[in-house]
């Protein structure tokens, strides 16, 4: 009886098969949460192979779940809390349930820049302050650069990791620690800087930089430089020859070609080319142009964005188009149609696999399936100003205009799930899994020569929403005055706003 009981945990059954229980182990690696679920009721003894830890653990490495005492920790248990959580944050993303903290500037500058990375966000005051605030804890920003006595605004600013970037309107590149708060690089005299970003992996940091210089005849010219540094070594400058023109943007991509001197190549465009240039290598040789005047005429293009396979360029050539390039090879894939007016944001870097995202001046924002069809899959139209920023994932699509509107669509239903408005344009508008970053950013000049303080409303507004509370707990979040036994629909919250709730009424 006990030989028989062994052999009954150490073979498992497969039709007319008997496995070890490591072959079958094996096999059952390949399978999804769904599928081992599944598995799991077929019969006794592939239940308690679908429910072994190895398996699980597995799981949790692969999809990143952690748990507080890895010390023989059920891993299924700590997956079965993690779909959970992910399940109430997707409700409370349509219901709208949410932690809300805004965060107006207190100096007497008003945000001028923000960038949103990595549960993090950066923004600059136009007093010369850059602050870091870390949207998973309570504490507010943290400042990282404090202000200039001089007339040095802020223009841009990047982040990645703990590095921040700020590019001011005096031609500085400020390259700043966030852990220590401590500027370990300056370049100076680049002219305007337009735009920067920063990247970095292991022990290596990469700065690319845009500055407009204007020539005597008045002509506006772009210089493009990346500053890098590996394993603590000295700061390398390299500078780039790019059309004599104006660059509108820019992009990093790592690795694109294995000639290149330093592990990043520059993707730019200007208003009628799109190109990549290897670092460090000669401009006549190095420079490899996505588009040109026989594939796409006399072109103007609007914004691109990329991934590290494919790049998608608006233009505005016979038509308000999205084209789409393969990187490595050069090659046209697909021209994305649907759009009247032209482009102005673009998302493909975010997306879900073979799925991009656009915005307009028509107003609408369409979702393509680039590998299907080139007509959108989707257009959604509630918008009244130009699409500023758009985001999307596996079921929901967030934009926001010029207007101060962000809106909240569900890809199955096509339709607004909610709204939020404001009254400056928004300038960031990002999501991850539990938080909603929006920046609010004033562009509205100021009087010349106005040095005082600026009243609240025109410093601009910082939002951060966080899906990640329990609805369970929601109402300990509220005043006594706004509790109320009146039964009501999920997701309305109508008493909220009542003087006396409705239990005392009449």
């Known amino acids: 009886m006990l030989f028989d009981l062994q052999n009954e945990l150490n073979t498992i059954p497969f039709f007319d098969v008997q496995l070890p229980r490591e072959i079958a182990i094996a096999i059952f690696r390949y399978l999804n949460v769904k599928d081992l679920c599944t598995c799991a009721r077929v019969s006794k003894s592939w239940r308690a192979l679908a429910e072994d830890n190895v398996l699980w653990s597995v799981i949790c490495q692969s999809q990143g779940y952690k748990s507080e005492d890895d010390v023989c920790v059920q891993w299924k248990s700590v997956v079965r809390a993690a779909v959970v959580q992910r399940r109430r944050v997707t409700n409370n993303w349509k219901e709208r349930i949410c932690g809300l903290n805004d965060h107006r500037p207190d100096t007497i500058g008003r945000v001028c820049c923000a960038v949103y990375n990595q549960s993090q966000v950066l923004f600059c005051c136009s007093s010369g302050e850059a602050y870091v605030w870390d949207v998973q804890v309570d504490w507010g920003p943290v400042e990282v650069q404090q202000s200039s006595r001089d007339s040095d605004t802020p223009t841009c600013c990047g982040f990645s990791d703990n590095w921040a970037v700020v590019g001011t309107s005096s031609g500085n590149l400020n390259v700043i620690d966030t852990q220590t708060r401590t500027l370990v690089h300056c370049l100076r005299d680049l002219g305007h800087v337009t735009s920067a970003m920063v990247t970095s992996s292991n022990d290596s940091i990469a700065v690319l930089a845009c500055a407009d210089t204007v020539s005597p005849q008045l002509d506006v010219h772009s210089e493009v430089v990346i500053v890098k540094s590996e394993r603590g070594e000295d700061w390398r400058t390299f500078y780039l020859e790019p059309p004599r023109t104006k660059v509108c943007k820019l992009g990093l991509l790592p690795h694109l070609r294995s000639s290149s001197l330093v592990s990043y190549d520059v993707i730019y465009s200007t208003q009628t080319t799109l190109a990549v240039q290897a670092v460090g290598s000669p401009s006549?040789?190095?420079?490899?142009?996505?588009?040109?005047?026989?594939?796409?005429?006399?072109?103007?293009?609007?914004?691109?964005?990329?991934?590290?396979?494919?790049?998608?360029?608006?233009?505005?050539?016979?038509?308000?188009?999205?084209?789409?390039?393969?990187?490595?090879?050069?090659?046209?894939?697909?021209?994305?149609?649907?759009?009247?007016?032209?482009?102005?944001?673009?998302?493909?870097?975010?997306?879900?696999?073979?799925?991009?995202?656009?915005?307009?001046?028509?107003?609408?924002?369409?979702?393509?399936?680039?590998?299907?069809?080139?007509?959108?899959?989707?257009?959604?139209?509630?918008?009244?100003?130009?699409?500023?920023?758009?985001?999307?994932?596996?079921?929901?699509?967030?934009?926001?205009?010029?207007?101060?509107?962000?809106?909240?669509?569900?890809?199955?239903?096509?339709?607004?799930?909610?709204?939020?408005?404001?009254?400056?344009?928004?300038?960031?508008?990002?999501?991850?899994?539990?938080?909603?970053?929006?920046?609010?950013?004033?562009?509205?000049?100021?009087?010349?020569?106005?040095?005082?303080?600026?009243?609240?409303?025109?410093?601009?507004?910082?939002?951060?929403?966080?899906?990640?509370?329990?609805?369970?707990?929601?109402?300990?979040?509220?005043?006594?005055?706004?509790?109320?036994?009146?039964?009501?629909?999920?997701?309305?919250?109508?008493?909220?706003?009542?003087?006396?709730?409705?239990?005392?009424?009449?």
């Open 284 to 506: 006549s040789t190095a420079t490899h142009f996505l588009t040109s005047e026989g594939e796409m005429g006399s072109s103007h293009i609007n914004t691109f964005d990329h991934t590290p396979q494919t790049v998608a360029c608006a233009t505005s050539s016979h038509g308000y188009h999205v084209q789409l390039f393969d990187l490595h090879t050069a090659a046209h894939l697909s021209t994305l149609k649907g759009h009247f007016q032209p482009v102005t944001a673009i998302n493909i870097r975010q997306s879900p696999p073979n799925c991009i995202v656009t915005g307009s001046v028509d107003k609408r924002v369409c979702v393509y399936d680039y590998v299907r069809c080139p007509q959108p899959v989707m257009k959604l139209s509630g918008h009244s100003d130009v699409i500023r920023s758009v985001q999307m994932n596996e079921w929901k699509v967030v934009s926001g205009s010029a207007d101060g509107v962000v809106i909240v669509w569900d890809q199955r239903m096509q339709s607004e799930l909610w709204r939020l408005c404001e009254r400056y344009p928004v300038g960031l508008c990002q999501f991850d899994e539990a938080f909603l970053v929006i920046g609010h950013i004033c562009s509205d000049p100021l009087p010349t020569g106005y040095h005082g303080n600026l009243h609240k409303r025109q410093k601009g507004l910082l939002r951060v929403l966080d899906f990640s509370i329990d609805p369970r707990h929601y109402t300990t979040l509220l005043p006594s005055i706004c509790s109320s036994t009146y039964n009501e629909p999920s997701a309305s919250f109508y008493n909220l706003d009542l003087v006396y709730p409705y239990d005392f009424i009449g």
